[in-house]
């Protein structure tokens, strides 16, 4: 267990907040409920924009918004082999070129477009180079090694799709380069939003980062794309996929991994929040529109920041699709909250503004208070729109999406859970965890490592209720793998008192994730519109309780045994299964992998924090979904 210090967590202000819930709790006194939800922005006005950073924050320098073109992201039927690779990029005028990766010769990846129930194969070659964040790589962290700067490892995981366990690019097994991943996609989904992107043990936040992401759109007979569809919707150039991340990049153009200018490179910092926002790989970019509708596939790409968009004139937008597909009926909104994983569909109206008028996409998330005592730079502009040309005559919005003749089905009403859980997103302030500094300690799910044996097992083809319970001061973006999942609602909860009631365990791998039900207070906050539909990827605030009805699909829904044995196939390697206690998520340096042959210890699928710096440490928990 001495090697699991190596590997504890940069969580900056989280101490703070974890520090006084320990007081309480070892007082056993409970603080009166002083920390209510966050209230939901309405139109902040934009604020200008390099707003003030902390010179404790590494800062990029300084560029002038709205000077580059958006990249248009090129469309691809999917299929086929893609080979991610190295490819030399500018993210913005004032900046050198650089090295970024994409699954192809570009930064990021094509739009793959796949059809419902049409299966997709898809190769993907590993033909990366020395990793583009090579000084970042943590190699105290699980599977983690030195070959990872030069040979880094990948594996594709399709966001948001049922997918067979050996293919769902499960983080135990990778690809060098040389190797080609093999993918299968059966599409037993309706029309959707969803992203490829890398998921390897330990290093997914550096190679998303340097690009290894990209759009995925399912269509359906409705949902068609093109401009004819049954649902009225806009196609062609007035439907535009938009991958929004946040960076911060050195005088040199290349990327800065790190948050924070006092600890040293090579450890994983617990988040990296930038002070650029960059759109489909160009930083603050511009794009001239037409006068009309437009449909808007976003994304949140980011490693850790919570994106609330809003148009810089307040103006209304419409949200159309969650997740996993269309809602009942267009959802007028002015702001749309937007966590790292999460994919909204909207529909923007751009003939409101006259000839060669601009609006600025904004960010008007307010910091959490664990974000604000860390110091997460502010960033408030994303970027900017222009409307040319006359008004021209687009549809209108449609009135209902769902339900009517000609459309999708109704979404079914929810069925009741069969099961509860509650889960837990704690932090761990065991000593063996966590150095001698106070602003040291590793985030965890129900105090489990990953590699812990109390795995959860739940049963396919049944509803369960969850209870995701988060104590932190900051939010956390829970995405499931193979479920899909209806908000019922928030609570905000008293998390020092919750914590005094039963204290977690100092030993880590001891689950602790006691029913939060009595202390909850205030009214359950009901889904925001744009969370009104099928979900993989949830935004769980701070010191609250996001209840959720998970849909386990069934085998005969899925077309396939979710509890396979995960076969690694030939070209690719697995990190070693120990058992709890032993590697625990430590292994380290001394982290052995198994080459290309049959591994019986693999079965399953993940859940995680899609915070990708927490995702890789270790936030992230199996889980089996047996018949
Ligand atoms: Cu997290």
Redo the contacts with the bound molecule.
């Keep these: 267990m001495g090697e699991i210090s190596r590997r504890a967590l940069l969580v900056g202000g989280l101490a703070l907040g974890g520090l006084a819930a320990t007081e309480a709790a070892g007082t056993a006194a409970a603080r009166p409920p002083s920390v209510p939800l966050p209230p939901l922005p309405g139109n902040l006005p934009p604020q200008p924009q390099p707003p003030f950073n902390s010179p404790l924050n590494f800062a990029s320098p300084q560029l002038p918004r709205f000077v580059d073109d958006l990249v248009v992201m090129p469309s691809a039927a999917a299929g086929g082999l893609l080979v991610a690779r190295e490819s030399v990029h500018r993210y913005h005028r004032d900046l050198p070129v650089t090295r970024a990766w994409g699954y192809g010769p570009h930064i990021n990846g094509p739009v793959l477009e796949a059809q419902s129930e049409v299966e997709a194969r898809i190769g993907f070659r590993n033909e990366l180079g020395r990793h583009v964040l090579a000084a970042d790589v943590d190699t105290t962290m699980m599977g983690v090694g030195e070959a990872d700067r030069v040979r880094p490892r990948m594996v594709v995981h399709l966001h948001g799709a049922p997918t067979r366990p050996d293919h769902d690019g499960h983080p135990m097994i990778s690809w060098r380069p040389g190797a080609t991943a093999q993918h299968r996609y059966d599409n037993r989904q309706e029309a959707a939003t969803l992203w490829y992107h890398d998921h390897a043990m330990g290093i997914t936040r550096l190679n998303v980062q340097a690009g290894l992401a990209g759009f995925y759109l399912v269509r359906d007979r409705f949902d068609t794309g093109r401009a004819d569809n049954p649902l009225g919707l806009p196609a062609g150039d007035h439907e535009l996929p938009l991958m929004i991340a946040d960076r911060t990049f050195n005088a040199d153009g290349t990327l800065q991994a790190r948050q924070v200018v006092f600890l040293p490179q090579g450890g994983n910092q617990g988040g990296l929040w930038g002070d650029v926002a960059v759109v489909n790989g160009v930083a603050w970019p511009t794009h001239d529109v037409a006068r009309g509708l437009y449909r808007l596939r976003l994304c949140n790409g980011a490693n850790s920041r919570t994106f609330r968009l809003a148009f810089g004139n307040g103006m209304r937008f419409w949200v159309i699709g969650s997740d996993q597909g269309l809602l009942e009926h267009p959802e007028p909104i002015t702001a749309l909250t937007l966590v790292p994983g999460e994919r909204a569909d909207v529909l923007v109206d751009f003939g409101s503004l006259g000839d060669g008028e601009a609006v600025e996409l904004c960010n008007v998330a307010s910091n959490s208070i664990g974000n604000t005592l860390f110091m997460v730079p502010p960033l408030t502009s994303v970027m900017r729109f222009v409307a040319r040309g006359r008004p021209m005559r687009t549809g209108a919005v449609p009135t209902r999406l769902r339900g009517r003749p000609g459309l999708p089905p109704a979404l079914p009403k929810p069925a009741p859970p069969q099961r509860r859980r509650t889960m837990t997103?704690m932090w761990t302030a065991n000593a063996a965890h966590s150095l001698p500094l106070p602003i040291r300690a590793m985030?965890l799910i129900n105090n489990l490592g990953f590699m812990s044996d109390d795995v959860e097992v739940v049963r396919a083809g049944t509803v369960e209720r969850w209870d995701i319970v988060n104590t932190l001061p900051f939010e956390?973006?829970i995405h499931i793998h193979l479920a899909r999942f209806r908000v019922i609602g928030r609570r905000a909860l008293n998390s020092a008192a919750y914590m005094a009631a039963d204290p977690p365990p100092v030993d880590v791998d001891r689950r602790w994730a006691p029913p939060a039900d009595r202390f909850v207070f205030g009214p359950t906050q009901p889904p925001e519109p744009a969370e009104r539909g099928y979900k993989d990827t949830v935004h769980c605030p701070e010191d609250s309780v996001t209840s959720l009805l998970v849909e386990w699909p069934s085998a005969s829904d899925l077309g396939f045994d979710p509890d396979a044995v995960i076969r690694v196939p030939a070209g690719a390697e697995s990190v070693r299964m120990e058992s709890a206690g032993g590697a625990h998520a430590g292994a380290g340096p001394r982290h052995q992998v198994h080459r290309g042959h049959h591994h019986t210890g693999i079965k399953g699928y993940v859940w995680h924090?899609h915070?990708l710096d927490?995702e890789d440490h270790d936030?992230m928990q199996r889980i089996r979904v047996k018949a």
């Design positions: 997103l985030l956390h973006p924090c915070n927490h936030m």
